[in-house]
C-alpha cells in the first residue's frame, strides 16, 4: 500500500497543482471579463492571459505565507523566540541599555506619531522566563 502511495503520489501532486492553477486562473479571467471592462474600460483577457496575471502577482506579492520577510512585520517568529530567549538572560541593566538603543535606533517615531515600536512596545515584559511572571 505505502509503494503505491509513493508512486501515486508523483502523478498526482502536479495533476493537483495543475488543477488548481487552471481553476485560480478561470476565475481571475471571469472577474476580470466581467468586471473590468465595464469599470476601467479594459479589454477582455484569454484563459492563458489571466493565468500569467495570476503568476506575476504571486511573483510581486508573495505566495501568502504570512506576509513579508522576517523582521519587516511578518514571518519572523523565530527571530521573536530567539530574542526572547537573549533578553530573558539579561540583567534588567542590561535589559535597560538594550530598550534605550533600540529607541535610538528607531528614532523615537513612535512619540512623533510614526511606526515606532508599535505592538513591540508594549509587549517588552513579556520576555520575562515563566518564574519571573508569577
Given amino acids: 500500500m505505502r509503494k503505491v502511495f509513493y508512486r501515486g503520489r508523483f502523478i498526482f501532486i502536479p495533476l493537483a497543482v495543475a488543477a488548481i492553477l487552471s481553476l485560480i486562473s478561470f476565475v481571475v479571467m471571469q472577474l476580470w471579463n466581467n468586471l473590468l471592462p465595464d469599470i476601467l474600460h479594459l479589454g477582455t483577457i484569454t484563459f492563458w492571459q489571466a493565468m500569467g496575471i495570476f503568476i506575476l502577482c504571486k511573483?510581486?506579492?508573495?505566495?501568502g505565507k504570512g506576509g513579508g520577510r522576517p523582521g519587516w512585520g511578518g514571518g519572523g517568529g523565530f527571530m521573536k523566540a530567539r530574542m526572547a530567549e537573549r533578553f530573558k538572560n539579561m540583567s534588567p541593566e542590561q535589559q535597560e541599555k538594550f530598550k534605550a538603543?533600540?529607541?535610538?535606533?528607531?528614532?523615537?517615531?513612535?512619540d512623533r506619531g510614526g511606526?515606532?515600536?508599535?505592538k513591540f512596545?508594549?509587549?517588552?515584559?513579556d520576555f520575562k522566563t515563566e518564574e519571573e511572571k508569577k
Fill in 59 to 63: 511573483l510581486l506579492f508573495g505566495f
Fill in 121 to 125: 512596545d508594549s509587549e517588552w515584559n
Fill in 115 to 118: 511606526p515606532g515600536f508599535g
Fill in 101 to 110: 538603543k533600540m529607541r535610538d535606533r528607531m528614532c523615537n517615531w513612535n
